[in-house]
Structures are given as structure tokens and as C-alpha cells.
């Protein structure tokens, strides 16, 4: 069994469109990320720059660009952590 075939059994794709249609209706709406099975992710900063169609979600990026991402290849859907990250304070 290859590795999309026991993603698509842990992780049902309705899940992954219910997630993220949860995730656009948050009020106030949070940012989040959405991971590929490449292991390349998207940022969602606003609601209205993704369209969620019958088998992939239509994402914008930045400087004119967009992209399709399947569902079948969605892997999670990551919400940035909230404060500071560590690393050297700035001066």
C-alpha cells in the first residue's frame, strides 16, 4: 500500500475540505498553511485568495501567482504558532 493510499485512509479528503472551509469561516479569520505531500506549503493569509473546488483547492500566492493543490496531496493544515519565535533578540 503506498503512502497516499494510507494518508487517504487516516485523512479522508472530506476531512481536508471541511478543515479547511473551517478554517476560512473562523471569525476573526487566523492565517494558516497548507502542507503537500512534496512537502511544499502555502500560506493562507486572507479567505477570499483560496477557492475550494470539487478535487483541489485553488490557492493565490504572492506577485501574481497561484497554484493548484490536490486534495489527495494535502497533508495537514498548520495554524502558525502565536508569540515570538526563539532565536537571537534583536538589538
Not at 471541511?18 to 479567505?47: C, H, M, N, Q, W
Request: net charge positive; charged share 30%.
Amino acid at each position: 500500500m503506498g503512502l497516499l493510499e494510507r494518508l487517504r485512509r487516516c485523512y479522508p479528503v472530506a476531512m481536508i475540505v471541511d478543515d479547511i472551509r473551517e478554517a476560512l469561516k473562523s471569525d476573526p479569520f487566523e492565517p494558516f498553511r497548507v502542507v503537500t505531500s512534496s512537502g511544499e506549503s502555502y500560506a493562507v493569509r486572507d479567505p477570499q485568495a483560496v477557492a475550494i473546488m470539487k478535487s483541489r483547492l485553488f490557492v493565490t500566492l504572492p506577485r501574481d501567482r497561484w497554484t493548484f493543490a490536490s486534495y489527495l496531496h494535502i497533508t495537514a493544515i498548520e495554524k502558525p504558532p502565536n508569540g515570538r519565535t526563539r532565536g537571537p533578540r534583536k538589538r
